[in-house]
């Protein structure tokens, strides 16, 4: 959700909930059967979810209720979970503001700074340190239900831990 201040985004906000059926091929979420994203349930590749102000729950009613392989299971649920989610955005967004009003908008963004530039220089740290003791490239495989393979190899740059 973004956050404006003088009429400029300046922040996002997100809030994340794991909703347990969306509908799908079977109840709860993710069957592992599926052969396809739709058998998981609603996809939502992009939904205004609050339109000036309003929660939009026709709209969003229509999405989850609609769908290939059978509908969510529990609208109410649902619909009751992403207005907690949309009522914890809009208290991260007043408590932004208010943060900046107590403080002023660059010592806000100063520390937000910092703390990105601090979470990059541990994430490098722990990839040199793990350059050092396992060497520069590493190899993973794992295996889906079915048997395919998800493989990840990283190559880390030992000075600069990128």
Do not use: C
């Amino acid at each position: 959700t973004p956050v404006f201040h003088e009429g400029k985004i300046l922040f996002f906000v997100a809030s994340r909930g794991h909703h347990s059926d969306i509908g799908g091929i079977s109840p709860g979420s993710m069957p592992p059967h599926s052969t396809n994203l739709e058998e998981e349930g609603a996809r939502i590749v992009a939904f205004k979810l609050v339109k000036n102000g309003k929660f939009q729950e026709e709209g969003i009613t229509d999405i989850l209720v609609n769908q290939e392989y059978g509908g969510t299971r529990n609208l109410k649920d649902n619909l009751s979970d992403l207005r907690a989610q949309v009522a914890a955005n809009n208290s991260g967004i007043r408590l932004l503001h208010q943060l900046v009003e107590e403080n002023g908008l660059d010592t806000v963004e100063a520390y937000m700074h910092f703390i990105q530039h601090n979470a990059e220089m541990a994430v490098r740290h722990m990839l040199k340190d793990f350059a050092a003791q396992h060497g520069t490239k590493t190899h993973a495989i794992d295996y889906m239900d079915d048997g395919t393979p998800i493989e990840l190899t990283i190559n880390i740059d030992p000075d600069s831990g990128s």
